[in-house]
């Protein structure tokens, strides 16, 4: 009997901020972005690892406050910084370097009035290039906020969000299951979610705990998860 044709049944991405899940471990960090426009001069840094959540946190906070979003590295382009004067800005992964005079400027235009700057990054301020002296200075200075690996609360939470978005119902005990097997980041939570809705369609059988060891049994030398 030829398979029936599968129905992408979807439900809405978790990506507002009522989705971000707040536990003991990044409870501080929330904290420190809710205080906006109080941050000291006007910045902000929300340091973590590669799937604690930064991005999201940092674009709900970017919708809210109608910020100018810009991405540091290879091509990043500010434009003319005093014509942001006055505006919130987020410049996403800024440990991989932006123009000094520009970045500068825009530490400087922070605390105007109406203005503000979040920065995203893996590393410290202290860390990330700079050659020019007076913004090394500044980069040093900068109040962090720190989001950690997710933790049990968060993990959970994004493993039953990530399965709600596919209209998928887990047996109780594959969530205990999957916490102890998979790598502590939103990245892999979500791909496991997939590849396991993938395995029970080609399967034709539920999700359950059953069905992951199944999969980690057979895929696990391959299964590469996560960044």
Known sequence: MARQLRLELRGPSSAGREDFIVSPTNADAVRALDAW??????????????????????????????????????????????????????????????????????????????????????????TWPANLPDLRSRLNALPVAELPPPDDAVLEGLLRNFFRERSITPSDDLIPYLLKRIERSA????????????????????VTRALARHFFENEGETFDIGE
């Not at 496991?192 to 029970?200: F, P």
Request: hydrophobic fraction near 40%; glycine fraction near 14%; aromatic fraction near 8%.
């Open 37 to 126: 426009p109080s941050w000291y001069g006007g910045c902000l840094v929300l340091i973590g690892p590669s799937g604690s959540g930064k991005s999201h946190l940092a674009r709900t906070w970017a919708m809210r406050v109608g910020a100018e979003i810009f991405t540091a590295g290879k091509g990043c382009d500010f434009t003319a910084p005093g014509a942001l004067q006055g505006r919130p800005i987020l410049v996403e992964d800024a440990h991989f370097g932006a123009p000094d005079e520009a970045l500068f400027h825009l530490i400087n235009m922070a605390g105007d009035p109406g203005g503000g700057l979040l920065m995203t990054a893996q590393a410290a301020p202290r």
């Open 187 to 206: 990245l892999s939570a979500r791909e496991i979610v997939e590849r396991l809705d993938e395995a029970a369609y080609a399967d034709q059988k539920p």
